[in-house]
T-cell receptor, first 114, second 111 residues
Framework: EPEVTQTPSHQVTQMGQEVILRCVPI?????FYWYRQILGQKVEFLVS????????KSEIFDDQFSVERPDGSNFTLKIRSTKLEDSAMYFC????????????FGDGTRLSIL | QKEVEQDPGPLSVPEGAIVSLNCTYS??????FMWYRQYSRKGPELLMY????GNKEDGRFTAQVDKSSKYISLFIRDSQPSDSATYLC???????????FGQGTRLTINP
């Protein structure tokens, strides 16, 4: 069964450094998403991306965050200057063409900021 | 009031029992309702997806939505130890991209 893949599985970064999290969505999907889950808390929406632009974003997704689809298969989340509170699991998800279709998640990247 | 509320548990039941998991919500705009299963160190895995009110069955799993009460349920029949996981409810409004998740309920099925 097709799946969303994320790399790396664990990223350790010094505070203030830039980090890029990578995702390969399911190949025929056109909507892409990033969520995060701080330890012990709910999964929270960050951003959705369709047709090479952001279609929706949350208050968490401030100027420190950016997303990109650099080629036909990858989808990335960049955090420019990491803070301690950015430590979390980051999940990528994708869905088929139209909105409100089921979203399928990867296994996440655990980001640890020191 | 939180947008989506879910009892975090933990919930522990014997193998073979019927399990009932629930979420309540406050936003009447929610139209799409999902249940995800999350094993330790894994991402959420979609179990059930329903639109508006009613029931949906898939094997041992039944999802129910009662929009008048703003209440959704997931029933697991003939529970197995392999069903031990955290179960997350999630929902979205018509045309919205984001899913709003509950806290997740940690379920253990004891052999």
């Amino acid at each position: 069964e097709p799946e969303v893949t994320q790399t790396p599985s664990h990223q350790v970064t010094q505070m203030g450094q830039e980090v890029i999290l990578r995702c390969v969505p399911i190949s025929n999907h056109l909507y892409f998403y990033w969520y995060r889950q701080i330890l012990g808390q709910k999964v929270e929406f960050l951003v959705s991306f369709y047709n090479n632009e952001i279609s929706e974003k949350s208050e968490i997704f401030d100027d420190q965050f950016s997303v990109e689809r650099p080629d036909g298969s990858n989808f990335t989340l960049k955090i420019r200057s990491t803070k301690l509170e950015d430590s979390a699991m980051y999940f990528c998800a994708s869905s088929e063409a139209s909105g409100n279709q089921p979203q399928h998640f990867g296994d996440g990247t655990r980001l640890s900021i020191l | 009031q939180k947008e989506v509320e879910q009892d975090p548990g933990p919930l522990s039941v014997p193998e073979g029992a019927i399990v009932s998991l629930n979420c309540t919500y406050s936003n009447s705009a929610f139209q799409y309702f999902m249940w995800y299963r999350q094993y330790s160190r894994k991402g959420p895995e979609l179990l059930m997806y329903t639109y508006s009110s009613g029931n949906k069955e898939d094997g041992r799993f039944t999802a129910q939505v009662d929009k008048s009460s703003k209440y959704i349920s997931l029933f697991i029949r003939d529970s197995q130890p392999s069903d031990s996981a955290t179960y997350l409810c999630a929902m979205s409004a018509q045309g919205a991209q984001k899913l709003v998740f509950g806290q997740g309920t940690r379920l253990t099925i004891n052999p």
